[in-house]
């Protein structure tokens, strides 16, 4: 749980920093991948996966951040799903688990960072418009941040020429 909420935190923060639609479109496109691989290797329970796949991703886009495991063991990012699938296999658990989440992950870090950046590589995972929030109205009308701030910021500014923006803008 702990690696789930770090990790997602920090891709939100980080490489989605203001790309909700395409965060939510991760989830949605890995999950569907998830269930959709897990049903062949008889998995029903795919939240382990769904972390690694995360922790993939992450790893990925941050290729010098270096890790410190169990203050034993130094290495860098990309190498964390590996150290923890190494892990899992060291307390004896299935490894098929963390072998689904790396290659989920490592489908969608291919197909978003790696084939579109190819010469005469396309784009192919395109995060669909219903995910995209509708845009704020231009003049006029309520403003999606709050009620009346654009009417209010129209006003200052027709009534006195040249008006200074509020300080929280």
């Given amino acids: 749980m702990i690696f789930l909420y770090r990790y997602c935190r920090m891709l939100e923060e980080g490489s989605f ?10 989830f949605l496109f890995g999950g569907f991948l998830m ?6 290797v008889s998995l029903v329970f795919l939240g382990q996966a769904f972390t690694i796949m995360l922790v993939y991703v992450w790893s990925r886009r941050n290729p010098y951040v270096r890790m410190n495991f169990f ?6 990012a990309p190498f964390l799903p590996w150290v923890l699938m190494g892990f899992s296999l060291l307390l004896g658990n299935s490894i098929i688990v963390d072998l689904l989440g790396i290659a989920v992950g490592h489908i969608y870090f291919f197909l978003e960072d790696v084939f579109p950046n190819q010469p005469g590589g396309i784009r192919i995972l395109k995060t669909p418009s219903i995910l995209w929030p509708p845009a704020p109205p231009v ?21 006195g020429g040249r008006s200074r923006l509020p300080s929280r803008w």
């Fill in 17 to 26: 920093r203001g790309r909700t639609a395409d965060f939510v479109f991760m």
């Fill in 35 to 40: 269930t959709l691989f897990g049903l062949f």
């Fill in 71 to 76: 203050g034993l063991l130094n290495f860098q």
């Fill in 139 to 159: 003049h006029g009308g309520s403003c999606w941040l709050h009620e009346g701030c654009c009417l209010s910021l129209e006003r200052r500014l027709s009534a």
